[in-house]
């Protein structure tokens, strides 16, 4: 989706502001997700299964796809929450891009 913003400057920019993006790690915190993964995980899901359910998620614990997504989404979350530059990059990226 960016051709401009590589894997690595997310990781720096996600380790700069304190977000674990090791998902084992997260998982072995034990820490709820963020609500509003827990909303968009659910709207997600339902979008799929409206769709025929081509990624064929999977809520139900921890080593599923579902899981995984709410673990991305929360990452996603907390970096909002921070008000980074890096997502108004991405944004503004996107908006060129279209």
Not at 35 to 49: F, P
Not at 65 to 71: A, H, K, S, V
């Amino acid at each position: 989706m960016s051709e401009n913003i590589t894997p690595r400057e997310v990781e720096l920019d996600m380790q700069s502001l304190g977000i674990e993006t090791d998902i084992e790690k997260l998982r072995e915190s034990g820490e709820d997700h963020h609500h509003r993964s827990k909303s968009y995980g659910a709207l997600i899901e339902i979008l799929d299964q409206i769709n025929g359910s081509p990624l064929g998620l999977k809520f139900g614990g921890d080593g599923d796809n579902g899981e995984y997504l709410l673990y991305i989404l929360d990452m996603i979350m907390e970096h909002e929450d921070k008000f980074t530059s890096l997502l108004k990059r991405i944004r503004e990226e996107a908006s060129f891009n279209d």
